[in-house]
């Protein structure tokens, strides 16, 4: 069983940075690929970026290449997304995912694990 918490979200203008980290439990994180996603109000959960285990391979939504970075920390069972250059578009409730496999996948379905959200709201 894995349990994650995230952290980081807040209220921040129109082209500021926000850093969000997941925080894991268990023995085994760093066997594990791990996600961030989104979901706005009335929206879809949606997939914002993924890791591989062996933080080789990462992926990210067209939304936010450039601008977004995810790493982890396996020493410190930590998974991070700095995000800058924030747009009002980018306001959601952002979740951290953890799945039991090494490779990173954009899918909700393909994840095993889910934080409770945090908060991220951008204003223009």
């Known amino acids: 069983q894995v349990q994650l918490v995230e952290s980081g979200g807040g209220l921040v203008q129109a082209g500021g940075s926000l850093r969000l980290s997941c925080a894991a439990s268990?023995?085994?994180?760093?066997?594990?690929?791990m996600g961030w996603f989104r979901q706005a109000p009335e929206k879809e959960r949606e997939f914002v970026a993924a890791i591989s285990w062996n933080d080789v391979i990462t992926d990210y939504a067209d939304s936010v290449k450039g601008r977004f970075t995810i790493s982890k920390d396996n020493a410190k069972s930590t998974m991070y997304l700095q995000m800058n250059s924030l747009k009002p578009e980018d306001t959601a409730v952002y979740y951290c995912a953890a799945r039991t496999n090494v490779a990173a996948r954009r899918g909700t379905a393909q994840y095993d694990y889910w934080g409770q959200g945090t908060q991220v709201t951008v204003s223009s």
């Open positions: 268990g023995r085994t994180f760093g066997s594990y690929a």
